[in-house]
């Protein structure tokens, strides 16, 4: 099963992937790749600094990484899927204020809803007054809650609403959200595995 894990930033979707690599060792974790990139020395920026080079090398890691599991019996889970930096981008193109605009987040579109075949399953991690989740000062990210939340409003159309249509025609992966404490985010994706499986 090619799992990748989605959503706005500070919402435990890391801890997610590390919980799930403990409790099912047969998984390989895939690194998110601000951190992969990170350890080249590539100076990524975020909110309205990121350009095209920042979002863009990106997305094309994430894709890379997910290319490499040809088949559904690969056992592997990506933190962070090809649509986050859709969202990411359309941020800032919404600002106005680097070289990323509405046409660089169109062009993005055809690569991400390929490699959207290559996974089983993205598991959206969204914003829930269900369950708040507390923005961590990791040192990396800024502590910026506007900011997570105005992403996490682009995630939701694009996953709820259908902005984009990123869902491939074929070899759609199942989407499934999961919020609540560690093992009932667990515990979801357990369950979502089995209704794939059947």
């Known amino acids: 099963m090619r799992i990748a894990i989605s959503g706005s930033h500070s919402l435990g979707k890391s801890t997610l992937v590390w919980d799930w690599v403990r409790t099912h060792s047969r998984y390989t974790r895939e690194e998110e790749p601000f951190r992969a990139l990170d350890g080249e020395m590539y100076d990524i920026r975020?909110?309205?600094?990121?350009?095209?080079?920042?979002?863009?090398?990106?997305?094309?890691?994430?894709?890379?990484?997910?290319?490499?599991?040809?088949?559904?019996?690969?056992?592997?889970?990506?933190?962070?899927?090809?649509?986050?930096?859709?969202?990411?981008?359309?941020?800032?193109?919404?600002?106005?204020?680097?070289?990323?605009?509405?046409?660089?987040?169109?062009?993005?579109?055809?690569?991400?809803?390929?490699?959207?075949?290559?996974?089983?399953?993205?598991?959206?991690?969204?914003?829930?007054?269900?369950?708040?989740?507390?923005?961590?000062?990791?040192?990396?990210?800024?502590?910026?809650?506007?900011?997570?939340?105005?992403?996490?409003?682009?995630?939701?159309?694009i996953y709820r609403d259908k902005r984009f249509s990123v869902m491939p025609d074929t070899n759609q992966p199942t989407l499934i959200e999961v919020w609540g404490s560690r093992e009932e985010r667990i515990n979801q994706l357990e369950q979502a595995i089995k209704s794939c499986i059947r």
Not at 68 to 91: E, G, H
């Open 46 to 157: 975020f909110r309205q600094e990121c350009n095209r080079l920042h979002n863009g090398i990106q997305m094309y890691y994430n894709a890379s990484r997910i290319n490499l599991y040809s088949s559904a019996r690969d056992c592997v889970i990506f933190d962070r899927a090809p649509v986050d930096y859709l969202a990411y981008s359309q941020y800032t193109a919404d600002k106005k204020t680097t070289d990323i605009d509405d046409p660089f987040v169109t062009a993005m579109v055809p690569r991400v809803r390929e490699t959207l075949q290559r996974l089983d399953l993205v598991a959206f991690v969204p914003m829930t007054d269900r369950w708040p989740v507390d923005m961590e000062d990791d040192g990396i990210r800024p502590v910026d809650l506007p900011y997570r939340a105005e992403v996490d409003a682009i995630f939701k159309q």
